[in-house]
């Protein structure tokens, strides 16, 4: 049975990528298809920012004619400079159930990026490490949230028979919304919320911008020197800022100030994959108005945590010691009162232990597992 792949040029025709994923979760009830725009945009050089700073290539994999897979490969030059590691990225990594599947589609993207001077291979990145994260290896039974990635049962045993080998999980975590916190937790909410000098305010979406600004301030300031860690650069956040405008909810994202000054930061938004899994990832003619309807009046019922972080300057302060399960205690409650049942905490390095140790004080229970995987070339 012949096996061939089929390279796809960022800006070109990207048709075969896009449907090699529905080819692969035909069948897979828990599947959310991505907006069919929002991917195209995120795949051209002229419509993601992320190309200023990187080169990528799409490739599909075909058997006996019929679509069987795909896999991209990159180069992130931002991520190089940073970690100085000659490694380059594969990612969209879904194959039908068939092992050689996935080792043409890994060999030409090792190919490619050895034309490129890369000696490691490391992913799924989609398209880089700030993007979709891992193959799900554990947590089949749910839909990814939003901006996570969902994965067949065999595409790990295909990644390990490509040769690739555990290079880190990533966790991602439940907490039920009950209204209850255990005691270290509340004291540290309560002792919080009483200094005067603390303030926990809203995102004024109005001035997405700047708040952004500080968001992405804090995170490079938080997450710098943490596995596979890489700065959003100005043009990236110029975008996120724009995205962010569709879909946050400013009572599930807030700054954390003490003495004016922007110490830590909450950014959970609403699921919004809870409003896209039926619509098949088209807009039209009736998916606009069933996705505005679902995100503004009905409004999901699950959100997804995405950064929580604290300043460095802060972090260590004994007095401050308690911000960050109180910022966790503050989320919780804002998201019960707007009717979020749960949330996922994600995601999170498997041996990062003081951000683990926080969110298990919670109450929330791992609950999705990814892996992501390197080789060397």
């Not at 929002?38 to 992320?50: D, G, M, Q, S, V």
């Not at 830590?264 to 505005?292: S, T, Y």
Request: net charge positive; proline share 5%.
């Amino acid at each position: 049975m012949a096996i061939t792949i089929k390279e796809h040029t960022p800006g070109g025709d990207v048709d075969d990528f896009i449907r090699a994923g529905q080819v692969v979760f035909s069948g897979d009830a828990q599947w959310v298809p991505p907006l069919d725009f929002e991917i195209r945009e995120r795949l051209h050089p002229a419509k993601n920012p992320f190309f200023k700073r990187a080169e990528a290539v799409y490739l599909t994999a075909w058997k006996d004619g019929a679509l069987a897979g795909r896999c991209s490969a990159s180069i992130d030059r931002e991520y190089l400079r940073i970690w100085q590691n000659e490694t380059g990225f594969f990612g969209f990594f879904d194959t039908i159930d068939d092992d050689a599947v996935g080792q043409a589609l890994i060999d030409h993207a090792a190919k490619w990026l050895v034309a490129r001077g890369m000696k490691r291979m490391s992913g799924p990145f989609s398209l880089y490490c700030n993007e979709e994260v891992g193959v799900l290896i554990e947590g089949f039974d749910t839909p990814p949230m939003l901006m996570m990635a969902h994965s067949r049962r065999w595409q790990d045993r295909v990644a390990t028979a490509c040769g690739l080998a555990k290079e880190k999980d990533v966790w991602a975590w439940r907490y039920e919304v009950t209204g209850k916190f255990t005691p270290r937790v509340q004291k540290a909410w309560n002792e919080i919320k009483a200094m005067p000098e603390v303030k926990l305010r809203s995102i004024r979406p109005s001035r997405m911008q700047q708040e952004l600004d500080l968001i992405m301030d804090i995170y490079n300031d938080a997450w710098d020197g943490k596995w596979a860690f890489v700065r959003a650069l100005p043009d990236e956040v110029d975008k996120m800022a724009k995205d962010l405008k569709l879909v946050i909810d400013p009572d599930l994202a807030f700054m954390a100030e003490i003495d004016g000054k922007t110490a830590g930061m909450c950014i959970a938004l609403p699921n919004m994959n809870e409003a896209l899994q039926d619509l098949g990832g088209k807009l039209f003619p009736l998916g606009w108005a069933k996705l505005l309807w679902r995100l503004k009046v009905k409004h999901p019922v699950t959100a997804r945590l995405m950064m929580l972080g604290i300043r460095r300057e802060f972090r260590n302060v004994r007095k401050y010691m308690g911000l960050s399960a109180a910022m966790y205690a503050e989320v919780a409650t804002r998201g019960e009162a707007k009717g979020y049942r749960w949330g996922e905490l994600s995601w999170t390095r498997e041996d990062d232990r003081p951000i683990n140790a926080g969110i298990t004080s919670m109450g929330a229970k791992i609950y999705k597992r990814y892996r992501v995987y390197d080789k060397a070339l």
